[in-house]
């Protein structure tokens, strides 16, 4: 629930009184004034959700309150108090940015119902916050006609229409989130807020916060009360994107949400509860970070209730080509080009490479030669940039063959990188994890998998 502390201000003892035990009643916290010095002074105090606010106090203006707090970015919702005589400069509040007035004398069901319009609008604006920020608004399709995309594509139906956890696994750009939001855009929840978290972008000090939220003082910097995630995402789904990286200390607390549903915020003590759906997703392989003794096991199997497995675009066949066609229409309409095709040869390039990079990788290499190429031209192979034949999947097989950059494979050029990197930051991980823009956590994994500790 968003709304939780309120302040009355009201010179009118009666009203102030009854507004206060109303609102106490219905398990809200509550402070009180009679005028706009004590207003002032409680709302440094605390962050507070909802103000309801006289106009016409002993020692000045309610507007002049509102427009301090309309000032601020994360400041209360204000509901404005008047008497029958002044409705106009209710209504001007408003134009302020006063969520709404009640008309005094009011009843409590007025005011109840003002209340829940305040905390559902409240919700909304703080879910579409994440929501716009988190998903990109380009048509979601799973695009594919070959058979382990038609099972794919299958599967996320079947699956989507159960409240279950999923688990999403496959390699780098094969197109995880966007199998989730299909499983989101498919369910029973599609109404209910689609809340993403990136594991691997957070640092592991800040995790917590934003998954369970914190209080305001919970920490140096945490200057107001603020939901995490899973507060966000109630009653709706919530996706766990990257979820191997997430660090053991928060693996405990993840699972007491996912077998109790409740958690508290960082530096609180009030238990909150919450029903989500989950879903995960992860590019390594989990059953061996629990045999490694890096993931629970125990978590391992409360999201992998389904499993789905999102298969690697070079098992996709002709899939390759309809992929290269969608994103050419796609980039090209994009940057206002009109009749653009591919050439026989560029074609035969695409559908021989081995695209290490997957979906997302042929969708840059289609983008950048959308961007080089000429008007009139076909596309020709080498816009791709692509390199020479040495990544394709035929040369892929005979890694005997020359060890020129190019044959390079994706994990050698990453060990060198990281290798040089952390060269250069004097082995500091902290540094280099920064530099690289990866959290310690992943890197500490890539410096295991690649054995440069040693
Ligand atoms: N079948 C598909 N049809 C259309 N677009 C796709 C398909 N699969 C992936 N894409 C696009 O490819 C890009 C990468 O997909 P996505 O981000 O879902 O991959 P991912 O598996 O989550 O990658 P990573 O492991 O790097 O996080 C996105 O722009 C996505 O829209
Ligand atoms: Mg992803």
Known sequence: MAI?????????????????????????????????KGARKILSRDSFDLVFLDLRLPDGEGTDLLEEIMAKTDGPMVVMMTGYGSVESAVSCMQMGAFDYVVKPFS?????????????????RRVTKYYVEESDSRSSDIVGESEPVQRLKTLVDKVAKTEASVLITGENGTGKELVARELYRNSMLSKEPYIRVNCAAISETLMESEFFGHERGAYTGATERREGRFELADGGTILLDEISEIAPSLQAKLLRVLQEWEFERVGGNKTIQVKVRVLATTNRDLTEEVSKGNFREDLYYRLNVFPIAVPPLRDRGDDILLLANTFLLRHARRHGIEKISFSKNCEKRIQSHSWPGNVRELENAVERA?????PGKKIEAELLGLGHLSNSASSKKNTSVGKG??????????????????????????????????????????????SLDA
């Open 405 to 450: 950059k190019e044959d390079e494979s994706m994990e050698d050029v990453e060990r060198s990188h990281i290798a040089k990197v952390l060269a250069d930051c004097d082995g500091n991980r902290t540094h280099a994890a920064q530099k690289l823009g990866l959290n310690v956590r992943t890197l500490r994994n890539k410096i295991k998998q690649y």
């Open 370 to 374: 959308v961007i080089l190429s000429e």
């Open 108 to 124: 409590f069901d007025q005011i109840e119902v003002v209340v829940d319009k305040v905390a559902s609008f409240d919700k909304m």
């Open 4 to 36: 939780e502390k309120i302040v009355v201000v009201d010179d009118e003892m009666m009203i102030r009184k009854a507004l206060e035990t109303q609102l106490r009643n219905k398990r809200y916290s509550v402070a009180s004034t009679g005028d706009l």
